[in-house]
């Protein structure tokens, strides 16, 4: 190799170092107490019920490993037990979701994830759905202000064509907390270190129709969590 290419090469190779570690996990959240009922993630301090089945009665099972007992991280004590590869990919995820994250709320199931946000993010959703039910499609009606009125969930796709992923996040308001509810969609890929994938490319136009039904699916979950109150609330 020229000794000019070698300095680029040499120069790319910190770059990407640098990028890595430049980035720091959010803090986990000190006073959500979630706790794991089954399939649903339930809070009391944030009066949330999240069933991530969407109300199937059988049992959620790990991405990572397929098993029933789900990994179901909430603390930093927790994460630090987490397994590794599953931990660096989840902080890969992390990294590509471009508003400010207050803090993790948990991670379940190593494909769901609840994230504190800052109540000032300036990110333009992709679609609305209006307290009336009305799904809007940003592109074709722009909102007028990037503040989220309080009774609007507001989602976000983002895709990754390389590693054949989709993040959907969605947003909601909580009796005045802001919260992005994450959804990982993997297909089969050497990197992604999960067990359980889409066997089929969900980056691929082709399959358009059979991942926008899955979408949908996880948009009801979103809502029925933004309309939900604490499974049981303390006295």
Known sequence: MKPFLKVIAYMASIHL??????????????????????????SNQRNITVDFSGGDPMPLANAGNGSYDLNFISTANSWARYNPQLAAYITDILKTIPIPIDSVELI???????????????????????????WIVVQANPVESLVQPHDELWRNLLFNNRKRQITVIDRIIKDGHHLAII?????????????????????????????GTYLESLLSISVKAQQSNAISKPN
């Open 17 to 42: 170092i640098c990028s890595c570690s430049a980035y720091h996990m959010p803090p986990f959240a000190t006073a959500s107490n979630w706790q794991l009922r089954g399939n649903c993630a339930v």
């Open 183 to 211: 959804y990982i969609l993997q297909s089969e890929h050497k990197n992604s270190h999960l067990a359980n994938c889409f066997h089929y490319d969900i980056i691929d136009p082709r399959n358009v129709q059979v991942v």
């Open 108 to 134: 379940m199931a190593d494909r769901f994830i609840i994230l504190s946000t800052g109540i000032t993010a300036q990110w333009s959703p992709d679609y609305v759905r209006r307290a009336d039910g009305a």
